[in-house]
C-alpha cells in the first residue's frame, strides 16, 4: 500500500486530502501543530520530520508563507524518489524552494482551484507548475488525482492570473461582507433583495468560511496590485462623473465594457445560467 503524509491535516483542505486518498486506498498519516486532525484509520505523527521519514508522498497544506521553511525542514529527511506535493495559491516563492530540494525528491507544484466542500475530484481544475521534469509531474499528479483537468503553466503566469480569479474575487467580496455585516437591519434588506444581492451575499458569505490567513495570503499576492489599483481607480472614476452628472461619460464606461464582454461570452446565456443558479439553491 502506498503511503502519504498530510501536514496541515487538521485544516479544511488539509481534511479533504485526507478524506481523498483514505477513499483511493492510501495509507495516511496526517500532522498539525494548529488544529485537531479528523478522521477514522489516520494515523497521527507527533513531529514533523517523525511524520515524512517512511512516505512514498507528502502533501503540504500549509499557510504560504510557511511552506517554503517547511519544504527546507523535511526535503532533506524524505526518502530517496519520493515526491513532494505542494497546493499553495501563490507560487513565486515557493517554487524558488522547490528547486532548491536535493536531487533525491520529486516535486510536484499544484494549485487545486477549488475548496474542501468539492465532492468529487471529477471534472476540478487543477493547475500545474512545473519545476524541473514538466512531463513527469504532470503524469504523476494526473495519476494521483485522475479524473481532474490540469492546466500547466509557469508560477510567474499563475500568479498574474491567480491575482485576477482569486485575488480581485476575495477583495471585493471581503469588503462587500465587511459593510453588509454593519447593516443594523439586515432581515430588511434581505426581504427587500432580489437576485443580484441574494447571489453576490451568499459569494462573499462563502468566501468568508475560508481562515482569515489563507484570504490574507491570496490578497497579498504582490500581483494583485496592478489589478485592485484599476478597480481602485475605476470607483473613484465612475462616482465623481456620477456626482458631476456626467451621464453619457457613465453610459460609455458600461457600453464598452458590454461590448468587450461580449466578445467572449453570451450575456444573455449568462443571466440565464444566474436564474437557474438562484432557482436551483432556492429550492
Not at 118 to 146: C, H, M, T, W, Y
Request: aromatic share 6%.
Amino acid at each position: 500500500m502506498k503511503t502519504i503524509t498530510v501536514i496541515g491535516a487538521g485544516g479544511q483542505m488539509g481534511q479533504w486530502f485526507v478524506k481523498y486518498f483514505s477513499e483511493i486506498g492510501f495509507d495516511v498519516t496526517g500532522f498539525d501543530t494548529e488544529n485537531k486532525i479528523l478522521g477514522k484509520g489516520i494515523i497521527q505523527s507527533d513531529s514533523l520530520v517523525g511524520g515524512i521519514l517512511k512516505a512514498d508522498y507528502v502533501v503540504l497544506c500549509t499557510p504560504t508563507r510557511r511552506t517554503p521553511e517547511i519544504i527546507r525542514l523535511i526535503a532533506k529527511e524524505m526518502k530517496r524518489g519520493t515526491y513532494l506535493i505542494e497546493i499553495s495559491s501563490e507560487k513565486s516563492k515557493v517554487v524558488s524552494s522547490l528547486l532548491k530540494m536535493p536531487a533525491k525528491i520529486n516535486p510536484i507544484c499544484i494549485h487545486p482551484m477549488f475548496g474542501p466542500g468539492a465532492r468529487s475530484i471529477k471534472g476540478q481544475n487543477i493547475i500545474s507548475i512545473p519545476i524541473k521534469d514538466a512531463k513527469k509531474e504532470l503524469a504523476v499528479a494526473k495519476e494521483l488525482f485522475e479524473g481532474a483537468n490540469f492546466i500547466t503553466i509557469d508560477a510567474i503566469e499563475h500568479d498574474k492570473r491567480i491575482a485576477v480569479i482569486l485575488g480581485l474575487t476575495h477583495l471585493m467580496n471581503l469588503v462587500f461582507a465587511n459593510i453588509v455585516s454593519k447593516d443594523e437591519k439586515i432581515s430588511l434588506t434581505e426581504k427587500m433583495s432580489g437576485t443580484t444581492f441574494r447571489v453576490q451575499k451568499t459569494l462573499a458569505e462563502s468566501i468568508m468560511t475560508e481562515s482569515p490567513e489563507l484570504i490574507e495570503t491570496i490578497i497579498a499576492n504582490p500581483e494583485i496590485r496592478r489589478v485592485a489599483e484599476e478597480f481602485w481607480k475605476d470607483i473613484g472614476k465612475l462616482l465623481t462623473a456620477v456626482q458631476e452628472s456626467k451621464t453619457e461619460e457613465v453610459i460609455e464606461y458600461i457600453k464598452a465594457c458590454q461590448t468587450r464582454l461580449s466578445a467572449n461570452t453570451n450575456l444573455d446565456a449568462s443571466y440565464k445560467r444566474l436564474t437557474k443558479m438562484v432557482n436551483a439553491v432556492e429550492k
